[in-house]
Each structure stands twice: as structure tokens, then as C-alpha cells.
């Protein structure tokens, strides 16, 4: 079974510039999650979908969007970059199905983004 | 709000030697609790989980952990490391309410000199 795919895996960006980054469940997941990785903030949690609808959002700014297709696939925008979004976004996906128990997220290696 | 703290940055031991890395989380509800484990150039996997029940739980690859609710503390074990257990190991926290929106530890790095 294919894990969670994450493109693209790198990323360069000017400051004002958006981006949009994708993620691919694992097949028969449908909720997906959205985190920041960078090292001075550790992971952060940015959002989740299930069902194309955001469940949960963290503190994130507005600039900070995202979406989920019917097939589960997800994007996650980010309009106006700054330097401080430079970090690693992780996509997470889990299957929800008979509660949280049997939930945990898995993780893809993430796309590293660069704001120059 | 939730916050998790992992006591130890850097912890190096040699070929062996017990493991016990700390983990404390600030929650007033009830937690979801998971230690991941991030491998150097690979994603973030799952060790173990803990929801309810039993507060000792096993995880893969020989790791343990234990939930000590008046410490508030999920501290994560192994009685002998490998030099394959060089990571980065993550302790988060999750609300009953929503297991997916994890709060994370800054994280600790294990080297283990063979």
C-alpha cells in the first residue's frame, strides 16, 4: 500500500509569492491534516479536512488556506510568503473509522519550502 | 490550551543501554497520547499510542510507554537501544475530542554510538 505522497518535495519561493502544495492519502484514508515543521517552532498543526470540509484549524494567519478534493486528495495554499514560512509542510493522513482509536496519522516526507 | 514539554534535546548513549526519554503535557481533559519517531531521511512514524486502559503500552520495535496521569507524564522506554534507534522521537498530545489536531514536543534527538 502507497503511503502519503507529498509534492513536490522541494520548493523555492520569492517574498509575496503564493504556493500550492498537494498531498496524497493513503488509499481508504479520508481525513487528511496539514502541519509546520520548522526549528524554532517544532511541529505546528495548521488544519484538517474530512470529507472536503476543514474540521479543525490552528493559529495559523488567513494566508494559510487549503482544500480537499472528492477523492480525498488535498491542497494547501499559501498566499503572500513571507520569510518565516520557510519550513517543511507535513501532510498527514488517517482512515477515521471506529473512532480515534483506530486513527493515527500517518505521515508523508513533506515538501520543503524555501521563501528567498 | 494544550502544550507538551520533552525534558531532553540530545541524548547520547552507546549500543545497550536502558532509553528513557521524558515527556509532560499540559491538558485539563482527556488525552490521546503518542510518541513518533522520525528515522534520519524518512517521515514521521508511529511508536505507540495510548487512549485509554492500560497505562503501559507497547510499541514497535521493543519501545514502551507509560502514562502516570498526576504527573501528567507519557514517558517513552526501551531496556536495551540499538544503533538503529538513532532519531529524532517526538511526544504529542492529542484531545479526546479531536485525535487529529496533535500537539507536539519540540522533540529529542537519540544518537546511539555503536
Known amino acids: 500500500k502507497a503511503g502519503v505522497t507529498q509534492t513536490p518535495r522541494y520548493l523555492i519561493k520569492t517574498r509575496g509569492q503564493q504556493v500550492t502544495l498537494s498531498c496524497s492519502p493513503i488509499s481508504g484514508h479520508r481525513s487528511v491534516s496539514w502541519y509546520q515543521q520548522t526549528p524554532g517552532q517544532g511541529l505546528q498543526f495548521l488544519f484538517e479536512y474530512f470529507s472536503e470540509t476543514q474540521r479543525n484549524k490552528g493559529n495559523f494567519p488567513g494566508r494559510f488556506s487549503g482544500r480537499q478534493f472528492s477523492n480525498s486528495r488535498s491542497e494547501m495554499n499559501v498566499s503572500t510568503l513571507e520569510l518565516g514560512d520557510s519550513a517543511l509542510y507535513l501532510c498527514?493522513?488517517?482512515?477515521?473509522?471506529?473512532?480515534?482509536?483506530?486513527?493515527?496519522?500517518?505521515f508523508g516526507n513533506g515538501t520543503r519550502l524555501t521563501v528567498t | 490550551a494544550q502544550s507538551v514539554s520533552q525534558h531532553n534535546h540530545h541524548v547520547i548513549l552507546s549500543e545497550a543501554a536502558s532509553l528513557e526519554l521524558g515527556c509532560n503535557y499540559s491538558?485539563?481533559?482527556?488525552?490521546?497520547l503518542f510518541w513518533y519517531v522520525q528515522y534520519p531521511g524518512q517521515h514521521l512514524q508511529l511508536l505507540l499510542k495510548y487512549f485509554s486502559g492500560d497505562p503501559l503500552v507497547k510499541g514497535i520495535k521493543g519501545f514502551e510507554a507509560e502514562f502516570i496521569k498526576s504527573k501528567f507524564s507519557f514517558n517513552l522506554r526501551k531496556p536495551s537501544v540499538q544503533w538503529s534507534d538513532t532519531a529524532e522521537y517526538f511526544c504529542?498530545?492529542?484531545?479526546?475530542?479531536?485525535?487529529?489536531?496533535?500537539?507536539f514536543g519540540s522533540g529529542t534527538q537519540l544518537t546511539v554510538l555503536p
Open positions: 491538558y485539563g481533559g482527556t488525552v490521546n
Open positions: 504529542a498530545v492529542g484531545s479526546s475530542g479531536s485525535a487529529r489536531q496533535l500537539t
Open positions: 498527514a493522513s488517517s482512515l477515521v473509522a471506529g473512532g480515534a482509536r483506530n486513527s493515527p496519522l500517518h
